[in-house]
């Protein structure tokens, strides 16, 4: 394996202010779930980005004082001294391979309602607070002593973040989350003081703030500017404003660190978003500065990543959820293993984390936020143990991961699919509009399984009880998928509903065969409110179909807001002529038409319709399962039986292979009985008389 001599320059050192990155491969800030809430979690992840090979390696959000706090979402603190220890600890993993340690410090001002620290919020024009969750909370205009004090409290984060060992210090201004932006956008800063009005102005707090870093630090510790690249609307800060701004002070940080207006916007998924989709908005901006530039578009082909520092548009490849799914990408290509890099799929189930208050997972590094917690790594595998040989039934997403952990341990392993294709739900979802990218989960596991000499894996190959109990196995896995239901039972209706067999019912599974209509008008039924529902409502638009999406929640795919692609599938499908009719599900399904009932009022209307798709649940496929423990399978020498993925809970395709690396790092396991199956931290108490006023 031989790295191509066109990827040279990947890894050509670059000086960032008083700092030389050995690469130029740069974790930007991103989220993980984690925060303050799991730092031991966090600190090994980033310990595998610098093992990996980064150059320049983030923290994700740190909040600097509890005027501004963003819960329910989970970052970092550095508020007092105390939160020094866990982020010094998270400083020296990131230092263990050589690579830079960034530190990104936040004030969200308009954004921070303060749901934990009851402070009132403070911004540089006061208003409701803008979250995704419309808090009823308003924040109050800073004023001059405010403003002081901001800039007081960032010292204070300065000092600190050089205490715990950084060597770079990122000031957030980007995907108006930052009261950096907030001071640069006519859309936040109404100020009509020194600090509003023209460009020159807005920049003010923007460049007190960079000189206080200089000197709190001594210039010691390099500085990162992450500003938005575009934020849309009459009053936003524009691409325009942007440049003019950095024409204006090129050099006042040691990089400038260009994302996206909004968040949705700059890490939008694969459906929507190509690889270097900021492309456009970022060329140019290179001339206008001396210091180097960073920048992010889900990078994941080193020829891209070349192109965008030959033709002078980055110096910095940014990453973000490319480093997630794959931490060792820049050591995989530095070592010429193309192969072996495990592409992004753009599916942002690792935003899902951080949005939801729990941690984050990837579709394709199942390790991730694991290292810690289970003592997962993403490349490297733990010896096997006693056994020797293990099946796998079902060879869909679930099926392959637990193939490939499995054989990695060392197991002799047999993989058995009953169809001539790899991948299941994986092979037959790519097809779909926009979902291309998601064919990398198998594309990665079967390129990765083929070289194996341990691995035997059979296509056309059904199974039955008698069969497995016949193959001398040590441990089967059972993960033979699951199928939609056609009888709309799912959140809202818990039984099926009245349905004429005149009127003909289709189900995702029946669309991703061929099937299904072609034309006429259709219901489809969104009780799942993912992202299947619209990518079907585009297929069935596309087949000639008049569509109506029909969903009991107040707006489309819900669970979307997620993975930021909500406002995206609410726009595409209106652009394209979907009827969307929220609030309303179906109670009966005759010949021709349905009943639909608000599911507010329960009143009825008539929808009249020449075919439905159902979009709501999936039912197990564990017949196999079952017909095997009916059986004397431990007579026949298996030590283990286990139904996993969506044969026994159906999940996204993140759980799945969850799923089959949490089955094939237990094997061979000793019993846990009633202890946890991850390590946890618990909050240390203060002693009782550091509790009285």
């Known amino acids: 394996m031989t790295r191509l001599p066109a990827h040279d320059l990947l890894f050509t050192p670059l000086q ?11 974790q930007v800030p991103h989220c993980n779930g984690g925060g303050y809430r799991d730092p031991s979690a966090v600190v090994e992840m980033r310990r595998t980005k ?8 983030f923290t994700e959000q740190t909040e600097i004082h509890p005027t501004s706090e963003i819960t329910p979402f989970i970052e970092q603190h550095l508020w007092d001294d105390r939160d020094i220890p866990a982020l010094a600890r998270m400083a020296e993993a990131m230092k263990s391979h050589g690579a830079l340690a960034g530190i990104q410090l936040a004030y969200s001002g308009i954004n921070g309602p303060n749901l934990y620290s009851r402070e009132v919020p403070l911004a540089v024009t006061g208003g409701p607070i803008l979250t995704f969750t419309s808090d009823p909370v308003q924040a109050r205009t800073m004023d001059r002593e405010d403003i002081r004090d901001l800039r007081r409290w960032f010292r204070n984060a300065f000092r600190r973040s050089q205490q715990a060992g950084f060597d770079l210090i990122c000031l957030y201004g980007a995907h108006g989350f930052g009261i950096l932006q907030h001071f640069l956008s006519r859309a936040t800063n109404h100020r009509t003081d020194e600090y509003g009005g023209s460009l020159e102005n807005r920049g003010r707090f923007l460049r007190e703030v960079v000189e206080d870093c200089r000197e709190e630090t001594r210039g010691e510790l390099a500085i990162s500017l992450r500003m938005s690249l575009h934020e849309a609307g009459a009053y936003g800060f524009s691409n325009a404003e942007l440049r003019d701004f950095i024409q204006m002070h090129g050099d006042l940080p040691d990089i400038w660190d260009l994302a996206q207006g909004t968040w949705e916007a700059c890490s939008g998924t694969s459906r929507f978003k190509p690889e270097a989709a900021q492309e456009d908005l970022v060329r140019g901006i290179r001339a206008l500065t001396s210091k180097p530039v960073v920048g992010v578009g889900r990078f994941t082909s080193p020829d891209e990543m070349v192109r965008q520092i030959r033709t002078g548009v980055l110096d910095f490849i940014g990453a973000a959820r490319p480093s997630i799914a794959d931490p060792f990408l820049p050591q995989k290509v530095e070592q010429g293993r193309y192969e072996d890099i495990r592409e992004c799929i753009g599916c942002n189930i ?42 796998i039934i079902g060879a869909g997403p679930t099926g392959l991961e637990a193939a490939l952990q499995a054989a990695k341990r060392g197991y002799r392993v047999t993989l ?63 993960a033979t998928g699951a199928t939609w239901r056609r009888d709309a039972v799912a959140r809202l209706h818990l039984h099926p509903i009245p349905t004429d067999p005149a009127m003909p019912v289709f189900t995702p599974d029946d669309l991703m065969a061929g099937e299904g209509p072609a034309g006429g008008r259709v219901m489809l039924y969104d009780d799942d409110h993912f992202y299947m529902g619209s990518v079907l409502a585009e297929l069935l638009i596309a087949r000639g179909c ?6 009991p929640a107040v707006k489309v795919a819900e669970w979307t807001d997620n993975t930021l692609e909500q406002g995206t599938i609410m726009r595409r499908l209106l652009e394209i002529g979907v009827n969307v009719l929220t609030s309303k599900a179906p109670e009966a399904i005759a010949r021709g038409e349905v009943t639909l009932g608000c599911t507010w009022t329960g009143r009825t209307s008539t929808l009249p319709a020449d075919a439905v798709v159902m979009v709501t649940s999936r039912r197990p496929d564990d017949r196999l399962y079952h017909e095997t423990r009916a059986l004397d399978w431990r007579g026949a020498g298996i030590r283990s039986l286990k139904l996993i993925g969506d044969a026994a809970a159906p999940g996204p395709i993140a759980w799945a292979t969850y799923a089959g690396r949490n089955w094939a790092e237990d094997l061979d396991a000793p019993p846990r009985g009633d202890a946890l199956a991850f390590r946890r931290e618990i909050a240390g108490l203060l002693p009782q008389e550091a509790l009285t006023p």
């Open 546 to 551: 008049t569509v109506d999406f029909v969903t």
């Open 16 to 26: 960032i202010g008083p700092k030389t990155a050995k690469n130029r491969f740069y």
């Open 350 to 391: 690792c935003v899902s984390g951080d949005m939801t208050g729990g941690i984050s997972r990837c579709t394709q590094n199942t390790a991730f936020m694991e290292e810690w917690r289970k003592g997962w790594h993403p490349d490297r595998a733990r010896p096997k143990g006693v056994s020797d040989h293990v099946v």
């Open 416 to 478: 058995a699919e009953a169809t001539d294709t790899l991948g299941g739900r994986v092979t037959r979802e790519r097809a779909l509009p926009g979902l291309s990218a998601w064919g990398r989960v198998a594309d990665y596991r079967t390129g990765q399984l083929a070289p194996l000499p341990n691995v035997e894996i059979y296509r056309d190959s059904r199974m039955t009880a008698e069969d497995l109990l016949s193959l001398e196995a040590d441990h089967i896995a059972i």
């Open 50 to 57: 610098a093992e990996g090979g980064w150059g320049v390696i």
